[in-house]
């Protein structure tokens, strides 16, 4: 049974840093597209970064270019999301996903992303 548990949130101000963690269990995470996605309450699943692309290298969100870096450790079974320079705008539920598309190709699409951990808040004060 797939199992991820995101960790690492927390209140920060702005331009202070954040490194979120998913334990990834139950699976051979290694070969899988995944990624985090944030939310903000009432509003939809955005995607922030993809560990891997078609075109080679992560894919981020253009609001995080530059601030954010999306890592995987431990023969695939850690998944980290380095956030510097936080911006209140960052503020919002992080969750890490996986879906059953094979690296290179993923999508970066929240539909495609079924497994999902419970979340981890991040708040960011002016």
């Known amino acids: 049974q797939v199992r991820m548990v995101e960790s690492g949130g927390g209140s920060v101000e702005t331009g202070g840093s954040l490194r979120l963690s998913c334990a990834l269990s139950?699976?051979?995470?290694?070969?899988?597209?995944m990624g985090w996605f944030r939310q903000v309450a009432g509003e939809g699943l955005q995607v922030v970064a993809i560990?891997?692309?078609?075109?080679?290298?992560?894919f981020y969100t253009d609001s995080v270019k530059g601030r954010f870096t999306i890592i995987q450790e431990n023969a695939g079974n850690s998944l980290y999301l380095q956030m510097n320079s936080l911006k209140p705008e960052d503020t919002a539920l992080y969750y890490c996903a996986m879906s059953n598309r094979p690296r290179p190709y993923c999508t970066f699409v929240e539909e495609d992303y079924m497994y999902r951990g419970q979340g981890t808040q991040v708040t960011v004060s002016s």
């Open positions: 139950g699976y051979s995470f290694r070969t899988n597209c």
């Open positions: 560990i891997d692309s078609v075109n080679g290298g992560p």
